[in-house]
């Protein structure tokens, strides 16, 4: 093989000369392999002059240990519930994973759609994209999303496998990330849950090759990361991670800690490149024709591009079928599993005969009871109908299990003396709770919901927006949804908040406004896979508002609670706990003769999803007036222009609920006087 | 004194044997004041039958101890300048801090305020509000917060001590947190800054108390909390809570220590309450009157509630002057300091003398080169004007310097070595970066501005929501606004993210369509004194749009930048990246006879705050066409119920720019076939 003359100084770049060392070496069939990922992702980006090179070039050599060697997958049948997870945390690095899933002999990932990274359509897009490739486990890209989605894969792995048994469920998730990943603070909060529930079946590859963006990682952090992981509780190592044999050695080391373990893998960024590697000039940029012909002399590796040579495809793609054989005995097993209907059920994604039932049955009960409570402790009474009849479903909470509601009679904990357990104390970690449990639904065979307050949801939006994106179902409790929380004043009281998420695609934002609502609620969040849901719920008692219990209202978004007496002249809008006031002020109008309707709005986006016709029947021509203690942004859309909102103009404040109603002049007295206004 | 006896065994609550030993021991001056704490802390929750009293019961020791003897502030100025900062990152012990500032005679906070604690314009509320009282340094309550505050509080001591010397600037930052806000990523984020920057005079007094909402710590977190923050390179001790003087000595180490320095103190929650003591059943609720009268009976304290003995009243109010002598001697070296006037003026936030002359020079420059560049580097230019004129301007990027542009020529990086620095690489720390911003911004004499993708304000949202409620002068150059930013695809194009900040109450969001109006959203972001700035810039190059500087025109939010040539019979509005594309739309239509008008919208706050003639005059009668490549969400205040939105409708994709704005539709062509259409 070659030897590179560098076009930069050693002395300048040291990394340079620890490159042209390891160049040196005898050549072994593993590095030809690593250098296959490498040479795919130099192309790729170099054709499509816009990509992360630098990294999958350094962290190569480890991820070939990897798919080689110790990675359960079989390319044949890329969904198998059994393999073990892999998920690029390091998401900008995409080319590293869609090299290894075309070298490894995955359909669906050919030479054309690496010709085509980054181009519109293609599997192959910027960031590994959920949804592209049956192999691409998440979407990375937002830094540390990836390690907290495989802290959730490894929860789920556990509590299958005290649930299913170790026959049907024994797989490892593993990890690549980045300094960027453990720098951000949801790595905090997922090591710290990973090594709580002693997640030893979880290995994390740091790719530490010491350069960010900005240049050395020196000129930001100082942290002592291993030390840093050792105290949650994590197995660390530290490996060369250009030497394939030290990389198996810890990787086997990871397969018998009963921790778990972070290994890092020392690499040179852009291993190869002559002058760029070791620097951040090799991040995120192509390297341009003169510098990728140099890094490929340099390697020996003279086919054209996009071109694996036989003598490289052929191992790897014998690494792609490695599992074959244990994937056929683990369908065998299943096959004479007495749980075997039940486990592919769950895994799939449909719910059990009778849930439905145990909804409907739920419904009629309070239908008869008309409870005056919260939505909150609505919620909990839903959960204790569905919790028992969908074993699937988890629950937990941020620290506020009691604030929160989200616990049921009867559920155990999940912690390591039980990990059949299904509540999750998640510790006061909004955000690794979020992302966790986008890696509990995305592993499958579980059906996660969380609690905390919703004004947090700001410190779990961005694992928020990815449930979204992916279209994952996962269910968010957030209660103490207004000024209606009193006394813990502006920094708890959301006000932005339920906008900020009514504006996220694909999530469906639930208020509902009495315990009915909040059973329907719970039943549309739980009956629809595709996408994640939020229950917005009062901490404050509210009266029931609905006697009958036949159909599901809130599935249409929304509907009109009740009719105007005659021919409609104010029509009321509202959602969850200021629909009651609506139906107060359309006691009074229509004692005053103003025929007034009252609608229910408890999900926006269901609503949006109906016909013109309905929505027109339900809004009605009669000027409108919203009401919800929230700000306005974005009523404008069913209030029409000539509308008006009763709400909040701005932040709240301390004091006690009835108190900040009053002061924010959110009341059925201040509808009534904007009707009679509108009406003058 | 009484010595108590426990309504628990103590075998079943371990805390009531230690609290017993702890109230067996002599009763020091100390002691009582520390009492005082407490049962102002228990009087204030009981009378609002709402708050948090088992926190500043159990820390109120260690507090005392801080108060009287190590924090250095001046009761009677309680903004003085070179005042220690204290950061109650453990908001809802709010009556920690009230009591401390009621006991230490600063004026504003008397009995009566603490008696309406949690009272609608009380002084007292829920939870620490900056601007309720002088001498609240931020507001806390969203967990992590404060602690991360309080690094950026510390950056700033030591930037303006290395700016204006030791003898104008030498004051120390403390911190008291609990479990919850080192549980938080926040915390990561903000230790390992603080870790890096060998921020020595930063101390956090962990109130480790063992105990949260849930119940016992170690339900949720195996976390060896000391470790962890020696692996950032912190200082670390382990103290009895409850000895003061142990707390002092270690203090006192603190003091001498060339790191940042966590004192973990072991304390008991609720301490003195008989049989909820230790438990989190005293964390968030009144302890109730006979739990409350036992616990003063244990402490041998018999004063009426909120009364404080002139014997616990004295030595506290003599803490509050301890440091008059040193603020005298401090206003005597500023009055003789050769940069008194301006540090007083940055203090103040009063920009220089010149600073917008600069701004207006470079306008000038930008009408007469009308350059054709990405608003990203129009920021970049707009730094170079402003940041050499602006000495306070401090800037940053979360690993994304070139990519944000926030760099400029000259300007020396903040670090160990050179503090004087005013360029900060944040590292891949987005909150941590927000929260250390919203410090700078609340310790005074610093305008911070930060870089990030725009889609990862998310990521620091909940800092975000923080500085607009706190009204601090942070600024976010938030760049890759849009699908425009291309290949990176959907996990980094914003599409809700413009939505999401402009529903944040006192955030302004510009979004400048070309290099003209970027000086100019730069200079009112800038220039406003009250409240924090997001400017949202484009990745691709843009035409420029106005080739006069004259008038800030983005000073009212909203234009009219190209007027039709005759009565208009369609407005198009945009804002950012898509103005340019009306502009081209506005051309065909006026060719075929459709005399259009082209708004342009960079800060829908402004706008929104012109007087209804000005905002109909901008908008017009005509029909109006909105163009923004994001959701649609809010245009509806705009556009009226008959508008026409051409923007996303979902998440993005991966592909180049362009063909992106081709296939969502958000294109000249596009915007003339739906005035075509509408006008049809």
Redesign the interface.
């Known amino acids: 093989m070659a030897s590179i003359a560098p076009a930069v100084d050693p002395s300048v770049n040291p990394a340079i000369a620890a490159q042209q060392r390891i160049l040196a070496l005898p050549l072994t069939e593993g590095r030809r392999m690593a250098d296959a990922i490498r040479v795919l992702a130099m192309d790729a980006v170099e054709k499509?002059k816009?990509?992360h090179p630098g990294m999958p070039m350094g962290i190569a050599d480890a991820a070939t240990v990897l798919f080689t060697k110790y990675l359960k997958y079989d390319a044949a049948d890329p969904r198998w519930a059994d393999r073990d997870r892999f998920v690029l945390s390091a998401?900008?690095g995409s080319m590293l994973l869609y090299a290894l899933l075309h070298l490894t002999g995955h359909a669906g990932i050919g030479t054309e759609d690496l010709r085509n990274f980054?181009?519109?359509?293609?599997v192959a897009?910027?960031?590994p994209?959920y949804g592209e490739h049956p192999a691409i486990e998440t979407?990375?890209?937002?830094?540390g999303q990836g390690l907290a989605n495989a802290v959730g894969m490894a929860m789920a792995e556990r509590h299958l496998s005290a649930r299913f048994g170790k026959s049907l469920v024994d797989h490892r998730t593993w990890v690549i990330a980045g300094?960027?990943c453990l720098?951000?603070?949801?790595?905090?909060?997922a090591a710290?849950i990973a090594?709580?529930f002693r997640l030893n079946k979880l290995t994390v590859l740091w790719d530490d090759n010491g350069i960010?963006?900005?240049?050395d990682v020196t000129?930001?952090?100082?942290?002592?990361?291993l030390?840093?992981f050792?105290?949650?509780?994590w197995a660390v190592r530290r490996v060369d991670g250009h030497d394939q044999e030290a990389v198996a050695r810890a990787l086997d080391a990871a397969t018998r800690s009963g921790k778990p373990t972070l290994i890092a893998c020392k690499t040179i960024i852009g291993f190869s490149a002559p002058s760029k590697a070791g620097t951040s000039g090799v991040h995120g940029a192509a390297l341009g024709g003169v510098e990728l012909q140099a890094a490929k002399d340099a390697l020996g590796w003279t086919a054209a591009p996009f071109e694996i040579p036989e003598e490289i495809k052929t191992p790897w793609e014998a690494a792609g079928r490695r599992s074959a054989g244990s994937r056929r005995s683990w369908l065998k097993r299943l096959a004479k599993h007495p749980q075997k209907a039940e486990f592919e059920r769950a895994m799939a994604g449909k719910l059990p005969d009778g849930w439905h039932e145990a909804g409907v049955a739920h419904r009629a009960k309070l239908a008869e009871e008309m409870p005056k409570i919260a939505t909150r402790i609505a919620s909990q009474r839903a959960l204790e109908a569905l919790v028992p009849a969908i074993p699937e479903m988890m629950g937990g909470?941020a620290?506020?299990?009691?604030?929160n509601n989200t616990n049921v009679r009867g559920i155990p904990?999940f912690?390591v003396q039980n990990l059949a357990g299904r509540y999750v104390?998640?510790?006061?970690?909004?955000?690794?709770m979020a992302a966790a449990m986008n890696g509990l639904a995305l592993h499958g065979g579980v059906i996660p919901y969380s609690g905390t307050f919703l004004?947090?949801a700001?410190?779990m939006?961005?694992s928020i927006?990815?449930a979204?994106?992916m279209r994952q179902r996962v269910i968010h409790v957030l209660t103490h949804d207004s000024i209606g929380l009193?006394?813990?004043?502006?920094?708890?009281q959301p006000?932005?908040t339920l906008?900020?998420l009514?504006?996220?695609?694909?999530l469906h934002v639930f208020r509902p406004a009495d315990a009915m609502e909040t059973a329907e609620c719970w039943e549309l969040a739980v009956a629809r896979a595709d996408g994640p849901a939020v229950l917005a719920l009062s901490r404050q008692n509210l009266p029931a508002l609905r006697a009958e219990a036949g159909e599901n209202k809130s599935a249409r978004g929304g509907y009109v609670l009740a009719e105007a007496s005659a021919m409609r002249r104010a029509t009321l809008v509202a959602t969850g706990s200021e629909v009651h006031l609506a139906m107060q002020a359309r006691e009074t109008l229509e004692a005053e003769g103003i025929p007034t309707a009252v609608v229910s709005l408890p999900c926006w986006e269901l609503f949006a999803l109906q016909d013109d016709g309905y929505r027109q029947q339900v809004l009605g021509d009669a000027p409108r007036f919203g009401i919800e203690a929230a700000?306005g942004?974005?009523w404008?859309?069913w209030l029409?222009?000539d509308g008006t909102f009763i709400g909040m103009?701005?932040?709240g404040?301390?004091?006690?609920a009835d108190?900040?109603f009053k002061?924010f002049g959110i009341t059925a007295e201040a509808a009534v006087a904007a009707v009679r206004r509108k009406l003058a």
């Open positions: 499509a816009s990509g998401g900008h980054r181009q519109l359509h293609s897009a910027g960031h994209e979407t990375t890209g937002p830094l300094d960027g720098m951000e603070g949801i790595s905090h909060e710290s090594g709580h960010s963006i900005d240049g000129i930001t952090s100082s942290d002592d990361v030390r840093r050792q105290s949650y509780g909470s620290d506020l299990t009691g604030s904990v912690s104390h998640w510790g006061i970690r909004e955000h690794g004004v947090f700001d410190y939006r961005p927006r990815l979204a994106l009193g006394e813990d004043g502006p920094t708890h006000v932005e906008a900020s009514r504006v996220i695609p694909h700000l942004f974005g404008d859309r029409g222009n103009t701005g932040f404040a301390s004091a006690p108190d900040l002061h």
